[in-house]
């Protein structure tokens, strides 16, 4: 009975190899980006954002960037190092991604930009965004890199995960 228990908890346990591993949230690098270097890659900066109110931060900039799903808001946040990027920025990128983001002047600590950590919840249909009128957090994660924390539009984490990454791959091409 015991190796029969034993041999089902060993089946269960390594169970099979088809799942990805989930793209990494957090990727060490000691390179000092730019903004000259998003443009390079393929983000369309349209926004600075006055950093005064962020800790630690030397710069930010909304924008967009055309991914596989299309075009797609960015926000990055550059730091001295990877490093502060970790220490100073991960709480407030916390509170400015997810389904439980602080997106409204009241309860956002960086209200900066705020207006852009928000849009219309389209219902399944782009062409109910305008009529749905149900606001959602623009960001549902973000992917620390380098010296910058990257903001990126998706309804799922997974979605903003991978729109960061396709981001990091551009920044990665030689």
Request: a negative charge.
């Amino acid at each position: 009975m015991a190796i029969v228990a034993l041999t089902t908890l060993t089946v269960l346990a390594c169970g099979s190899s088809d799942s990805a591993t989930p793209p990494a949230r957090v990727i060490d690098d000691d390179r000092i980006f730019s903004l000259e270097d998003l443009r390079a890659a393929g983000m369309k900066a349209s926004k600075q954002y006055d950093v005064s109110d962020l800790p630690g931060a030397v710069d930010a900039w909304y924008g967009f960037m055309r991914g596989a799903a299309g075009p797609k808001d960015v926000e990055v946040r550059f730091y001295a190092s990877h490093a502060d990027a970790v220490a100073l920025g991960t709480e407030l990128a916390d509170e400015a991604s997810g389904d439980d983001a602080l997106v409204d002047e009241e309860t956002a600590t960086w209200i900066e930009g705020v207006k852009d950590r928000i849009r219309l919840s389209s219902g399944g249909t782009a062409d109910l965004a305008a009529w749905s009128g149900q606001r959602v957090p623009n960001y549902a994660d973000f992917v620390i890199f380098g010296n910058m924390i990257l903001l990126c539009q998706g309804d799922e984490p997974q979605q903003s995960l991978d729109l960061c990454h396709e981001l990091v791959d551009a920044l990665n091409a030689p």
